[in-house]
């Protein structure tokens, strides 16, 4: 009798032994698929948004600022001397527009302050207007040289050069280059020689000179 109950005993302990090792199975496969699923479904979400990135369109490069049909804009800070009748200090801003690659054509309105060293207390102030023609005659990376000439009007506020008159004509020509800091950003700058005169258009008596050298620098930005 006693060892029926115990053979019992011992069949009962394995059925129940045997029936918690299913179930444990039963979750680990659950876990399991409940895992895989989720892992499948973050693969797939993965793969949607990579797809949708793929297909947002790449925004173009920046158009070649010198090219035929560009447009910049441009403001920049120059100084005058070398001549005994003063220095002229001039801040000016204007537009450009490149007619064929490389070359420019460009507007510009400033304002000048002229230092008289030669008749002190007759500084003056000034209105300048130009038109500018400017050749990228070399071009390296990042760099530009060009070669540029104006011509131009101002109007004093004395006359200058003294015993001249207030309105004169402005002739420049020199050299320069450009420089990218970012594609819509141009460091730029250069020298030229610089004539002030009126033209003889009050007489040839009436027409003193300026001839002096000029430095200036400025920044640049195409739209």
């Known amino acids: 009798m006693i060892r029926v109950l115990a053979f019992a005993a011992f069949v009962n302990f394995g059925f129940t032994s045997w029936s918690m090792a299913q179930a444990q199975t039963a979750v680990a496969t659950d876990n399991h698929l409940t895992l895989g699923e989720y892992s499948t479904d973050l693969h797939l979400d993965f793969g949607a948004a990579l797809a949708a990135a793929q297909e947002e369109e790449i925004p173009a490069a920046p158009a070649d600022p010198f090219a035929e049909g560009s447009w910049v804009w441009h403001a920049s800070g120059s100084f005058d001397f070398g001549s005994n009748d003063g220095t002229i200090t001039t801040g000016s801003f204007g537009a450009g527009y490149h007619y064929d690659d490389d070359w420019s054509i460009n507007f510009d309105i400033g304002g000048s302050y002229v230092n008289n060293t030669l008749h002190p207390g007759k ?24 070669a540029d000439g104006s011509f131009g009007m101002t109007v004093f506020t004395q006359e200058f050069p003294t015993h001249g008159s207030n309105f004169n004509f402005v002739w420049q020509v020199g050299m320069g280059a450009t420089y990218e800091i970012n594609p819509s950003l141009y460091l730029m700058g250069g020298m030229r020689w610089v004539h002030i005169s009126n033209g003889r258009i009050y007489g040839p008596d009436n027409n003193p000179g300026y001839d002096g050298a000029q430095v200036w620098l400025g920044l640049m930005w195409p739209f």
């Open 123 to 146: 500084d003056a102030g000034g209105v300048v207007v130009n038109v500018l023609v400017r050749w990228h005659l070399w071009r390296y990376e990042r760099w530009t040289v060009f």
